[in-house]
């Protein structure tokens, strides 16, 4: 038996014209690289698109695939992902399911307030699949709690569960933010658990649940996640070995700088000589700034002319982050915070909790809060319309919030 275990696609989740395709070439890359390798299956754990209702550009590109898939025998299960599900019920990936195209593993039936799921059998390897959706603010934690396991853990065979939750025991310490549950909620004696949500490249072996593993996405979806993981990839699992196969789209160069007592000069002149003897092709280029400057303020580095330079030395796209770059005039406010992102963290947590909502714990509404913020911060681009830009924001709102405007 040989499968596929990937997750976290987050097909269209950039929104920058030069990046906007750039998790569709990579999904394309890694059902590639499936057929290549002759598996028997794909699992998709969760986060297909970056959001119920995708592009049509992105979802006529993704049909494609999966339609080579089903003309060549290959199977494709799935589970919904935090961001897939909708609590209005409309999804793609209902659509697609109905075209044929994959198989929602997520089946059962309630009984007496209690969820019993059933089993999807692979017909080409018999192997037993089932698993649990992925929900926002990891509020499948309910369903969990209500399922019943003796069915579960009692069948034979070559068993697989698919789930988009993260887990307390293989949490890393850099996603202490990231809300959790103890691996004693999933059901026991599987095979294989394939994990999404956590975009993480791990796998383990815990007393009593077989191989449970995260591949991670197929590309980064974000400044920090590229610094960290440079590319995405994902698992192919052959007798219960696994093997992880990088998705190279672009290489990534980062500029990392301490500014602490340098002017916006110096660090303008840093860069430049970083950069001046060195080419870029198909590069992704991060420049991350933090410290303290000892004059001026950080809108005094000539950020216009760098990017220029490394344009003209052919980088693919060119980002920067200087949310820790402070500058001198204003060490006298004290706070107990490393970045700005330290120091909203702590305002938040000093203020959760004082309106009182309905099925809304302090760790969901630290992470409602601070996606709100993030959608509220998004800046114009460039070609944008006002309307567009509008239209945009109100999106993304509403997608938080789970209303419509």
Known sequence: MKFAHMADCHIGSWRDPKLKDISTIAFIKAIN?????????????????????????N???????????????????????SHDYSPSGKTMLDVLEEAGLFTNVVKGEEINGKLKLKFTIDKKTSAKITGMLGKRYSLEKSYYESLILENLEKENGYKIFMFHSGIDELKPNDMENIITSPISLLPKNFNYYAGGHMHIVKEAKIEGYGIIAYPGPLFPNSFSELEKLETGGFYIVEDNSLKWEPIQ????????KNCSGKSPEQIYNEIINEIKTKEFNNTIVLIRLYGSLSSGKPIDIDFKEIFSVLYDKSAYFVMK???????????????????????????????????KIQNLDAKNEESLIKELMKALSTEKQDGETNTDFEKRVKDDVSRVLDINF
Do not use: W
């Not at 690289?33 to 550009?57: H, M, W």
């Not at 006529?60 to 919904?80: E, H, N, Q, W």
């Open 249 to 256: 789209i672009c290489n990534v160069y980062k500029i990392q």
């Open 33 to 57: 690289k499936c057929i290549e390798e002759q598996v028997d299956f794909i699992l998709i754990a969760g986060d297909l698109f970056n959001t119920s209702l995708p592009r049509i550009d």
């Open 59 to 81: 979802l006529k590109t993704v049909v494609s695939a999966f339609k080579r898939l089903k003309d060549m025998g290959i199977s494709v299960y799935i589970i919904p992902g």
């Open 321 to 355: 982050n200087t949310n820790a770059l402070t500058t001198k005039e204003f060490e006298e406010v004290k706070i107990d915070a490393k970045s700005v992102e330290d120091a909203e963290a702590a305002i938040i947590k000093e203020h959760l909790a004082q309106i």
